[in-house]
């Protein structure tokens, strides 16, 4: 009996002790997801004013202006995979980046306050969406890790957990790009 005890314990212990260490790991990729998630819901909110906003100078731009509007419905779908959230995400980035960079073509809507405004709320939201990000990419390492070393993977697979996957960036987005290059004004 007394055998048992002493071997049982330590093996009861560390079965306590990776089971917990996977649960907290899970549980920090998803609040790291849910943070991005809002942060990146700010900035589909934004889009709308953007559309307003831009809509009126820009006549020929008007089909990314409808994409993007389709792309924000989509991404804000609740039938939009986690995958294809960050697919859109990047495409929407994209087709942001397009507008942003055609301003340049519109003296007037430059020089417009809600435009103004609209660029200012739109850097604060992407230097969040960015801190977000990296919270989201830590979050997901130190989580495979835990998924994926020994004996944490034994834990891992009987409780069905699985690595997962960072946000990824687009290429372009990914270098070093200059704020002037992004909102002329």
Do not use: C
Not at 83 to 93: A, P, Q, R, S, T
Not at 122 to 135: L, M, Q, T
């Amino acid at each position: 009996m007394t055998t048992i005890i002493i071997f049982g314990a330590p093996i009861l212990l560390l079965t306590i002790y990776y089971f917990n260490h996977l649960i907290r790991r899970k549980n920090e990729v998803d609040n790291a997801s849910g943070s991005i998630n809002v942060m990146l819901k700010n900035r589909y909110d934004l889009i709308p004013n953007l559309v307003d906003t831009v809509k009126n100078y820009m006549t020929y731009e008007s089909q990314i202006l409808d994409k993007l509007t389709m792309m924000r419905t989509q991404a804000l779908s609740s039938d939009t995979s986690d995958v294809e959230k960050m697919k859109l995400n990047n495409d929407i980035g994209g087709a942001l980046k397009q507008i942003m960079v055609s301003v340049e073509n519109y003296p007037d809507l430059k020089a417009s306050n809600n435009f103004l405004q609209l660029q200012e709320s739109w850097a604060d939201i992407e230097d969040r969406i960015s801190a977000s990000r990296r919270f989201f990419n830590n979050a997901v390492t130190d989580y495979n890790n835990a998924v994926a070393s020994f004996p944490g993977n034994i834990f891992a697979g009987m409780m069905g957990y699985k690595t997962k996957s960072t946000f990824e960036t687009l290429t372009e987005e990914s270098q070093n790009l200059k704020a002037k290059d992004l909102f002329v004004g």
